[in-house]
């Protein structure tokens, strides 16, 4: 049911171009144009052999002495040429880069917002780091190849072909020389530039993992210092940064390798050329000055053939990139949204429904077998167990974090898989256990559960939940930075400002998955109290370790090993001596100090 | 050169140079092929020169070629280009090899200060740029390495040329003259007008990275509040402004590179013109004329290796800019000398500890923010003291200062009366453990998290895990202790990343032993046992534990509690609930609402 994120390694390099065409339609937008200037412009590349051989054929060696007049009038045409083309060359970059940049955008944009679809299982089997660098490296490989490479691909396959007409017309004789050095070329860059894609994929990987070890020192600092283990994540970071260094340099050479080869050829065909060439030229079928234009035309040839082999390695670089990101648009969403399809939860108290409702990680032992359960609308439920007993994951099937793997989930009578994701996320809340805070004021962050809300309507939240007090005493109240992930407040702290969040999205089903875990007991309690309040009359279900919460709740569910073992009122259960009794017990011994 | 870019060659030279201090042997190789390559180019257009004149031309002028002219043609061009290749081989390698061998020694480097700064200093840096410092940072600082020997080459190349030049026509050098200082000023208007855009790009790139990451970390609650569309506009509004940085960069580059193209070209053109001209003259052969033509436009295209050096410059200065920022970063805890060389359980004193926080005000001033003032504490060797109070009144920074992951801005803290900033390195981790509220795993085996390297035998790490009954779960796992946990411990729920991470703790014994509310992710009747099981086995241990529940507490031999980073009253749990009201108030909640909500039920009964 889950699906890790792959690569989209079975895309071939042409079929990962034409996806990611796709993908990003703005790439496509008036090519046709660009390509017709790019033409023009490549004519400008052919000026320089043509000017040698009229110089040479009607200038220098014209029957009669030198013309000084033929070869300046050559000249100042040739000149004019040269502008134009140029121009062109002016035109072809700038529309090339908007056009690939907005695509590039979109692109990035596109599976940005398909991670954030993707299910939080799916998410999980991906480390951040890497999942991170699919929307910024990846892509960002992809631009640098457009701006450097992807514009000189297109020229030098122009001049390629501009260079072998001219030839052509001069001696197809000697052309064909030219083209039959070249053509083993084209087999042997293949293989080359296999390899090459091949370590460069590598190089990839070594990047990914590598952030992955930096971002350790970075995010466990606290942990490492209070350990004193720097040395031996250095050692780990060493080591990731050595795999990526064997990785790089390997796919160096082996582009090296490609390039030389293309240089060896480019090489040997001038020299096959000039010998050719002379005798031809000695048997009268060519004139010197076609000779001597053939040798810039062969630098013209080899020169974009070579650049085109090494902008193909830097291509390979780019598809693998390429690759990544499609890899994660192509994920599918497992947990997906029904979109126009669905339909909408009308506003008011909802009823939850487990029908049967099994789950088991992908891979791994089932952790809820065959739940059947109602929760009336307006009832204040508190779900209990041991850690592992199945408690987060009930949590997170009525929210729709995951599926079941097999049975229904209910709300108000709907299977939630039919129900549209933004009617779903504003009626229903969850509140994990570590709320993530964002780098920016507290006002934001609370913000962030109904972005519409004003200052005044936060303020009156965190009343509403008798936080004013603690808000006043932070150093610049509802304006105080939380630092990033929030660190500049206690893990406490943090649920209180994820509580208040929640609380201001104003949801008809509030779940709480052990949200006050660090929040000390008076505190719970006032908040406690507060939510009774407000939540009367919706429906909320909290998961707790602290038994407190059940002692409110109008109904107990107590899970244990995947299945609800028993469900009633705090009094009734306690008085049967079974699992909850038990765990009351031994609660109320902690309470008392026992 | 132009004046204004003057600066950024010179400071990004002496970055360059910083560099190849690290790598300095590839690099000489690097430059040594390349020096080959420079001449053989050069000399490409002397020896096609030599074949047109000695060879070629009688030949044609004969009407036949002899097998002897042709070998001679093969010999000279053919030797010049073979030549040539091997030094290109040579250089490319080399400078790969000075690449990314300097980028991996400054990703050691940034790495090495991110290890060794205070965590005071990686709160204030947020986590996406500190990542983009160590990767994209590096590359962009040390990518120059890939055209620079190439460069240096060209050089080499140019003054072989207009040697060269010279040699066959003062007049048309005079044209060369004029043609490679064009193209130099055209590379550096464009590197000038480059600069500024490709910078701007380069920050945006990072804006761009920070944002993905905290998105994706923020995942679970973005989903849970169906608030991936704004995070998506949030991304979206950074992406546009790369692209259009980008777009801009495009647009220089599209105005430069014809110009930079045309020079040579329009070179070689008034080569023919002034040669031909100067052939009717008698003052040159036809074949100098197409010599020196070959040799701008063989010259021409290396000549603009010079470009993408400077082209590569500002992106240099840029990213040394953010790399040098984190390796010249102060602050780094010091240490002492002395040792806390004592067995058995600790005593830990804090005195009169003063503790702020830095933050940055809405408008981007720094500022401090008091969190602790004056306050003692003092932990007896081998007793348990419980620390006590509301969320947000100091406790965790208390316990960061017993453990010197912070120094107190004022006051002391001591271990067995050393003072923490005396103790030498290694002393403090080696005798004192924290275990934080936030659990931090890395991606590595169970043992791995356990051992953090340790050689310990099997038999103590499901000792340390059975303390923190986390055995029976690791049992389970597929490879048992071999089993990989994932990022930060991926796979692992809350409670058993918590249990993992008191397991490591009681794994290095240590003679004190902070727990900062370690086990809130756990159930009670977890949470008695590993108390039960911290007791048996830390007899030799000093305990100072931040909690609530009040099991823990009455563990305690002493109490301190806490408001406001202030201690209000320090005693026995009885003592403190006789006398101290907040705290009664604070230990009591759980109890006094059972209580109450009982009363009603009564009195609701009653009514009935």
């Known amino acids: 049911m889950s699906t890790a994120i792959g690569p989209a390694a079975h895309l071939g390099t042409v079929a990962t171009l034409r996806r990611g065409f796709r993908l990003s339609p703005e790439i496509r937008r008036g090519l046709g144009v660009t390509l017709v200037l790019a033409a023009v412009t ?144 084209l087999v042997v860059v293949r293989q080359f530039q296999k390899a090459v894609g091949r370590a460069y994929t590598s190089v990839r990987e070594r990047v990914g993992d590598m952030l992955a070890a930096i971002s350790e020192a970075v995010v466990g600092a606290s942990t490492i210092r209070a350990y004193g283990v720097e040395e031996r994540t250095a050692a780990r970071i060493d080591a990731a940064v050595e795999a990526h260094r064997k990785a790089a340099i390997g796919a160096q050479v082996r582009s090296v390798l490609a390039f030389s080869s293309g240089q060896l050829v480019a090489g040997l065909t001038l020299v096959v050329v000039l010998v050719v060439g002379t005798v031809l030229a000695a048997g009268g079928h060519l004139s010197l000055g076609e000779l001597l234009a053939f040798l810039f035309l062969v630098n013209l040839f080899t020169q974009p053939v070579q650049q085109a082999t090494e902008i193909l390695n830097e291509l390979q670089n780019a598809v693998a990139g390429w690759r990544r990101v499609i890899g994660v648009i192509d994920t599918p969403a497992d947990v997906a949204d029904p979109g126009e399809a669905g339909t909408d939860l009308p506003r008011g108290p909802i009823e939850v429904e487990f029908d049967r409702v099994s789950f088991a990680y992908p891979g791994g032992p089932t952790v809820l077998h065959d739940v059947s359960l109602t929760i009336a609308p307006r009832s204040r439920v508190a779900i209990v167990g041991e850690t592992g007993s199945g408690k987060s994951t009930l949590a997170r099937l009525l929210t729709r974090l995951m599926d079941p793997t097999s049975g229904v989930v209910r709300l108000d009578g709907a299977d939630l898989r039919r129900v549209r994701f933004s009617s779903l996320r504003e009626r229903v809340v969850l509140v994990p256990q570590e709320g993530f805070l964002f780098d920016a004021t507290l006002l934001e962050n609370v913000r962030f559960g109904r972005p519409s809300a004003s200052e005044a309507e936060v303020r009156l939240a965190l009343t509403e939940l008798g936080l004013e007090g603690w808000v006043d005493a932070l150093p610049r109240g509802l304006r105080t930075e939380v630092g990033q992930r929030g660190e500049s407040l206690s893990a406490g702290e943090r649920q209180l400002v994820a509580l208040a969040r929640a609380y201001l999205a104003d949801p008809d089903l509030l779940v709480l998955d052990e949200a006050t875990s660090a929040v000390d007991p008076s505190t719970e309690v006032r908040l406690q109290r507060a939510l009774d309040g407000l939540t009367r009359g919706r429906t909320s279900i909290a998961i707790a370790h602290r038994l407190s919460t059940a002692e409110a709740a109008d109904e107990v569910l107590v899970v244990d090993d995947g299945r609800v073992v028993e469900r009633g009122p705090h009094r009734d259960l306690v008085g049967q001596g079974g699992v909850y009794a038990a765990l009351h017990a031994s609660w109320s011994a902690q309470q008392r100090g026992g | 050169m132009s004046v204004a870019a003057a600066p950024t060659v010179r400071r990004s030279l002496r970055i360059v140079a910083t560099g190849v201090r690290r790598q300095p042997r590839w690099f000489a190789a690097a430059v040594a092929g390349s020096t080959v390559y420079g001449v053989m180019t050069a000399l490409t257009a002397w020896a096609i020169g030599k074949v047109t004149r000695e060879q070629v031309t009688p030949a044609v002028e004969a009407g036949h070629a002899t097998s002897g002219q042709l070998l001679a043609t093969a010999g000279w061009v053919g030797g010049v280009v073979l030549v040539n290749l091997v030094a290109v081989v040579v250089r490319r390698i080399a400078a790969g090899y000075t690449m990314y061998d300097v980028a991996a020694a400054y990703r050691r480097d940034v790495t090495r200060q991110y290890l060794r700064l205070p965590l005071a200093w990686h709160h204030r840096h947020p986590s996406g740029q500190l990542l983009s410092n160590a990767n994209a940072d590096v590359e962009a600082t040390w990518n120059v390495f890939a055209p620079l020997p190439m460069a240096l080459g060209v050089v080499v190349m140019l003054v072989a040329g207009i040697v060269q030049m010279v040699v066959v026509d003062p007049v048309l050098a005079l044209i060369g003259l004029g043609v490679f200082p064009a193209l130099f000023l055209a590379n550096a208007a464009f590197q000038r007008a480059m600069s500024p855009r490709a910078t701007r790009a380069q920050q945006l790139r990072a804006d761009v990275s920070e944002v993905a990451h905290e998105s994706v970390e923020a995942a679970l609650v973005v989903k849970a509040m169906g608030r991936e569309s704004e995070e998506t506009e949030r991304f979206a509004t950074v992406s546009h402004r790369l692209r259009d940085a980008n777009i801009a960069v495009g647009r220089t580059r599209g105005t430069f590179d014809p110009v930079i193209e045309a020079i040579p070209t329009l070179g070689t053109l008034a080569v023919l013109a002034v040669g031909t001209t100067r052939v009717a003259g008698g003052d040159l052969a036809p074949a100098q004329v197409v010599q020196i033509a070959y040799l701008i436009s063989v010259l021409a295209f290396p000549v603009r290796a010079l470009g993408w050096v400077l082209g590569e410059l500002p992106r240099t200065v840029v990213g040394w800019e953010r790399v040098d920022a984190v390796l010249r970063a102060q602050g780094e805890m010091r240490h002492g000398e002395e040792r806390l060389d004592g067995s058995g359980p600790s005593h830990a004193v804090l005195r009169d500890a003063h503790y702020s926080y830095d933050i940055t005000t809405e408008e981007g001033e720094e500022a401090r923010s008091r969190v602790v003032h004056g306050v003692t504490i003092d932990v007896p060797a081998g007793s348990t003291t419980a620390l006590v109070g509301p969320t947000g009144s100091g406790k965790s920074t208390l316990a960061n200062l017993v453990v010197r992951l912070v120094d107190p801005e004022r006051g002391d803290a001591t271990i067995d009366g050393v003072d923490l900033r005396r ?27 356990v051992a953090l390297g340790a050689p310990l035998p099997d038999r103590e790490v499901w000792e340390a895990l059975a303390v923190a009954q986390a055995d029976s779960f690791v049992r389970q796992l597929e490879h048992g202790l071999e089993t990989r946990v994932g990022e930060r411990g991926a796979s692992l729920s809350g409670g058993q990343r918590q249990r993992i991470a008191l397991a490591r703790a009681v794994a290095r014994r240590p003679r004190l032993l902070v727990l900062d509310d370690a086990t809130s992710a756990v159930d009670p009747t977890v949470e008695q046992a590993i108390l039960a099981g911290l007791r048996q086995s830390s007899a030799g241990t000093t305990v100072l534990v931040v909690a609530y529940r009040m099991a823990t507490i009455t563990l305690a031999d002493q109490v301190v509690f806490i408001e406001h980073g202030r201690v209000v009253d320090h005693g026995t749990h009885a003592e403190l609930l006789g006398r101290c009201a907040g705290y009664e108030r604070l230990v009591t909640a759980y109890a006094r609402e059972a209580a109450e909500r009982a009363a009603v039920a009564g009195d609701e009964e009653l009514a009935r």
């Open chain 1, 42 to 185: 490549t004519v400008g590349r052919i000026v320089v052999p043509l000017a040698v051989q009229q110089t040479t054929d009607r200038g220098l060696l014209a029957p009669g002495g030198p013309d000084v007049g033929v070869v300046w009038r050559t000249v100042a045409l040739a000149s004019a040429v040269v502008v134009v083309t140029g121009t062109c060359a002016y035109a072809v970059n700038v529309r090339l880069f908007r056009a690939s940049e907005s695509g590039l955008a979109t692109l990035r944009i596109k599976a940005f917002r398909h991670i954030h679809d993707l299910s939080v299982l799916t998410q999980s089997t991906e480390r951040r780091g890497s999942m991170v660098s699919r929307v910024t490296s990846d892509v960002d490989t992809i631009s640098q190849f457009v701006q450097s490479g992807g514009i000189a691909l297109v020229l030098s396959l122009g001049q390629i072909a501009v260079a072998t007409a001219l030839m052509l017309v001069y001696s197809p004789a000697l052309t064909a020389v030219v083209w039959l050095c070249f053509l083993p070329l």
């Open chain 2, 423 to 449: 103790a030498a390195r290694g002393e403090v981790p080696g005798t004192a453990t924290l275990v934080p509220q936030q659990t931090f795993l890395f991606d590595d085996t169970v043992r791995g998290n």
